[in-house]
């Protein structure tokens, strides 16, 4: 699969410019270096689950990458949540984890991996940048929803209120006028 340098501008054009970087220094190295490639790319997944949790308007843990990953259940509401782009991430993650860290006599294909590497984030950063494009909007409709919730809450406690009232005001007429017929005080 070719690479173009400009594929990555949509992270930078919609303000993701660490994310970016990172993606284009592990990028860098896709020719010349697969295994250098993949463990760069596990600091650009560093990057955009932060960007995710900024997003949505949360703070990454940072304990682990696997942690952060699995928290994202209750940060991305679920319009927003997809089942592939954790997959993604967590491909990233294994795959940078195997190139960042000694793990014994693992054998890994550098060349597949940093395919696969490049397939995630490119798919992961369509989706962030929609995300982002698309989630003001998705506010405003909950904020709007919210407002007119209340509005209803409030008109529906007005009206028990009026009942309520009324209903004191009868029994308390109904009280007072049986005292005088039936001869009380």
């Known amino acids: ?3 173009y340098s400009t594929e990555f501008n ?5 303000g993701f410019t660490n994310t970016y970087r990172c993606v284009m220094d592990a990028m860098r190295y896709y020719d010349s270096d697969c295994g250098v490639c993949c463990s760069l790319f596990r600091k650009a997944l560093e990057s955009v689950i932060n960007d995710i949790y900024d997003l949505y308007g949360y703070s990454v843990s940072g304990y682990s990458n696997k942690r952060d990953i699995d928290g994202l259940r209750y940060v991305i509401p679920e319009p927003f949540y997809d089942d592939k782009i954790i997959l993604e991430l967590n491909n990233l993650r294994i795959i940078g984890n195997a190139y960042a860290h000694l793990n014994g006599d693992e054998e890994r294909d550098a060349y597949n991996d940093r395919l696969t590497c490049y397939v995630a984030i490119k798919e992961i950063s369509s ?7 698309e989630y003001p909007v998705y506010q405003a409709k909950q904020e709007a929803e919210r407002k007119k919730k209340k509005e209803k809450s409030k008109k529906f406690w007005k009206t028990v209120g009026k009942v309520l009232v009324g209903t004191a005001g009868v029994a308390a007429a109904a009280i007072w006028g049986g005292k005088k017929i039936f001869g009380g005080d």
């Open 1 to 3: 699969m070719k690479y």
């Open 10 to 14: 949509i992270l930078r054009d919609n």
């Open 127 to 133: 989706w962030l940048v929609k995300c982002k494009k």
